[in-house]
Structures are given as structure tokens and as C-alpha cells.
């Protein structure tokens, strides 16, 4: 493996990736405290395995995030690590070559050149941090991240979130708990001491002092859809119970559509509606979208079969219906503004 140093002395960012991602935390973290009234939206394949049909989503998102920018907070999901409930295909990070080779210090490579470019091109970069010493050569590339459904009551991930510099999503649990995550978030706010990596690679000490952005994000889970307005408002109520802010973030996807691409439209014509009317809970949302609608099985050594652009993990909403969510949340946005100022 490279050290953190190496690879970012390899792949460095640019001065416009580090004032993307800069901004990016700066205005991500300022929506969730409601000083700012956009609406945070993180979009893009479940998992890439393809850098070229991830560069070419990321022109198009680009072009979308300027369209709406004075509304939304547009962030790209580069998912490069992806947690597996049994066995599967963990990631481009893990195996970029899609053939169980595990190429390791390439896939970390490919994983940081990619954030690394799309970051150039203005767009924040969002991904999900899975293995603890991965963030030691990521994380400068990234303006949001997930700790996912299956880790969230890890100690090591909370730990991991206080020292990082982003606004870190926590989920709910897969079972659809949201305790857990109001548990992640308090305890990433702390600082912590524990066994972490340095940039040239040597074991040490780390010390940080918690994350103040940490945020849930309802996923929905084994009980259902928590998408709507009563678990919303539960939500909101945990937090506060727990003197934390009252905003969070909706995953349209995963339980909250069932895995069905085609239910991501209806959680989001929802949420647009009620955001139009006023609802400042809810500071952002996540959509599973690539080129292709759907999603194909990966057949392990035979990129040949694979249609570009269609995920190889869960199925995602295509391209137009992306645009047509994304135009729906910006319209919501000017109606609640709207109504705002005729309220006086
Ligand atoms: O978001 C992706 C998946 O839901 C998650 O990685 C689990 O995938 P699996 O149940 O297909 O293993
Ligand atoms: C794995 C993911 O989500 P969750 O942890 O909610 O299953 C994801 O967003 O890719």
C-alpha cells in the first residue's frame, strides 16, 4: 500500500477541488443549522465501477447544480467502499479491476483521482467511510460523509467521524431504529483518543476533538418507509430530546423506496410537497440516480456484459427522472420562499 503522503503527493488537489470541498463543508454545515435555506441534495450511483460513466454523470450533475444553485446544494455520490449484508462485490476501492483481483493500492488510486477530478470540476464529492484507514487518504477529496445502516453503532466510526472535517450523515439502523444514530452523533461530537494512521504510514496516536455537523439521515428499514411526515417529526423529537439540532437528511432510496428505483420519485414529489409548505426539518435528501435506470448483476472478470452506465449494486433512478426530482425540490424551494415573503 502507498502511504496517505504518497498518494496524495501522486494525485494532489487541485486549488479549485480544495476550494470546492471548503466551500462545500462550510455551506453544507450552515443549511443544516438553518442559516442557510437551500436544500442539500446528494446524488449519484449507488457504488461507481465504472470511472468513465462516473465522469460522464458528473458533467451532467455539474450542469444541473449550476441550473438550481441558487435553491440546492448539489453533492455527488462517489461511493468507492460499499458494506455488503452477506458476500458481494465491496467497491471499486476494494476490487477496481471487477474481477475478484483486489487490487488494493489501484483502487485507491482510481477511487482518489476520480474525487479528486470531480471535485475540479466544481462539484462536492459525498461518499460513505467504511474502512477506518481509508479516510487518511480520501478524506480531503470528500464534503459529506456516511457513516451507513450497518455500522452506525460501531465505536470505531463515531470515533473515526470526530476527527474528520466534513458534516457526517449518520443512518438509522437497517432494522429502522433511530436511536443509534442520535447515539453516533453524540458520541462523534466528542473527542476521542484512539488507534489511527499518520501520513507516512506509521501507527499512532490520534487524538480529535469531535465533529459538530454530525446529522441523521432516515433510510427507512425493516419496519418501513420513514420518510414520511410522523417519522420525520419522531426524529426531530429525538433530537431534540437530546439538545441537538432539529434538521436532518431523507434517503429516498434503500428502505425508504424498498431497493424499487421507481419508488424514489414518489418519496420525493412527497418531501417537495411538504417542503413547499413550510417543512424546515427536513435540510436535504439522497437519491440513488445514474445514467440507466435500474440495476445488472456484476458477472465477476466480465466488464464486456456490463451495460454502461446502470449500477451494479441497487437500482437507481436514470438520468431524465434525476433532472425531473432535482427541477421538483428546486420548485419547492421557491414556493417556500415565496410564501415566506408574503407572510411578511
Ligand atoms: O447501498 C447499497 C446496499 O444496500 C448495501 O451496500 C447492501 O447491499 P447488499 O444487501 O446487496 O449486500
Ligand atoms: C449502503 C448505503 O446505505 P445504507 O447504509 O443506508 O444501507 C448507501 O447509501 O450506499
Redesign the pocket.
Known amino acids: 500500500m502507498p502511504t496517505p503522503d504518497e498518494l496524495r503527493a501522486q494525485l494532489p488537489l487541485s486549488a479549485l477541488a480544495r476550494k470546492t470541498t471548503a466551500r462545500a463543508r462550510r455551506d453544507i454545515a450552515q443549511i443544516l443549522g438553518g442559516e442557510d435555506d437551500r436544500l442539500v441534495v446528494i446524488a449519484g450511483p ?2 461507481v465501477h465504472d470511472p468513465e460513466a462516473a465522469l460522464d454523470y458528473a458533467a451532467r450533475l455539474a450542469v444541473l447544480a449550476e441550473e438550481t444553485r441558487d435553491r440546492l446544494l448539489m453533492v455527488m455520490r462517489v ?1 468507492v467502499e ?7 462485490w465491496k467497491g471499486l476501492l476494494s476490487d477496481p479491476q471487477l474481477d475478484g483481483t483486489h487490487d488494493l493500492p489501484g483502487g485507491l488510486r482510481l477511487a482518489r483521482g476520480l474525487m479528486a477530478r470531480i471535485a475540479d470540476s466544481g462539484l462536492p464529492v459525498a461518499c460513505e467511510f467504511l474502512d477506518p484507514l481509508v479516510p487518511s487518504y480520501l478524506a480531503d477529496a470528500v464534503s459529506w460523509g456516511a457513516i ?1 445502516a ?1 455500522t452506525v453503532q460501531s465505536q470505531v466510526h463515531r470515533q473515526l467521524t470526530s476527527g474528520l472535517g466534513m458534516p457526517i450523515g449518520f443512518k438509522n439502523t437497517t432494522d429502522g431504529g433511530v436511536a443509534d444514530a442520535v447515539d453516533a452523533i453524540v458520541s462523534a461530537s466528542g473527542a476521542h483518543v484512539f488507534p489511527g494512521l499518520d501520513g507516512s504510514g506509521r501507527a499512532v496516536v490520534t487524538t480529535t476533538r469531535g465533529n459538530p455537523n454530525g446529522h441523521v439521515v432516515l433510510r427507512g428499514g425493516g419496519d418501513g418507509p420513514n420518510y414520511g411526515r410522523e417519522p420525520v417529526a419522531e426524529a426531530l423529537a429525538r433530537l431534540a430530546e437530546a439538545r441537538l439540532p432539529q434538521q436532518l437528511i431523507v434517503d429516498a ?2 428502505g425508504n423506496s424498498n ?1 424499487d428505483h421507481e419508488r424514489q420519485p414518489l418519496v420525493i414529489t412527497d418531501l417537495a410537497r411538504r417542503i413547499a409548505a413550510g417543512e424546515r426539518g427536513v435540510a436535504g435528501v439522497m437519491i ?1 440516480s445514474f445514467l440507466a435506470p435500474g440495476r445488472q448483476d456484476l458477472p465477476l472478470g466480465r466488464t464486456d456484459r456490463l451495460t454502461y452506465g446502470q449500477s451494479v ?2 437500482a437507481c433512478v436514470d438520468w431524465p427522472t434525476t433532472v425531473d426530482m432535482v427541477r421538483d425540490l428546486a420548485d419547492a424551494v421557491t414556493t417556500r420562499r415565496e410564501d415566506v415573503f408574503a407572510a411578511g
Open positions: 449507488c457504488s461511493y460499499k458494506p455488503r449484508t452477506r458476500i458481494g451507513g450497518r432510496s434503500h431497493k440513488e449494486t441497487d
